[in-house]
């Protein structure tokens, strides 16, 4: 079984930033890739931003240009930094694990962006 535990979340006006952590624990062989999705009120939950083990990334154009997500594979981390906050980032941000054979969804962790 695999933990993910989040950080990171809170209320920010728009214009700033915040960077979101994620530390998965337990029986983990090997991570393929690491995500961060989010959902805001009344949508579906989407994919912000991937990277795999590799170190390649994917940011979903809402975010590209503004987000840079990193990985630790020592430690089995992933951290999103997202600047230039706006209202429509407001969303639960959940991380995402995806070890090859199973995957893990963090619990989530809220972002509100004020205007």
Request: glycine letters at 12%; a positive charge; one cysteine or more.
């Amino acid at each position: 079984q695999v933990q993910l535990v989040e950080s990171g979340g809170g209320l920010v006006q728009a214009g700033g930033s915040l960077r979101l952590s994620c530390a998965a624990s337990g029986s983990i062989s090997s991570i393929d890739h690491m995500d961060w999705y989010r959902q805001a009120p009344g949508n579906q939950r989407e994919l912000v931003a991937r990277i795999v083990r590799g170190g390649s990334t994917y940011y979903a154009d809402s975010v590209k240009g503004r987000c840079t997500i990193s990985r630790d594979n020592a430690k089995n981390t992933v951290t999103l930094q997202v600047n230039s906050l706006k209202p429509e980032d407001t969303a639960v941000y959940y991380c995402y694990v995806d070890t090859g054979g199973r995957t893990y969804w963090g619990q989530g962790t809220q972002v509100t962006v004020s205007s």
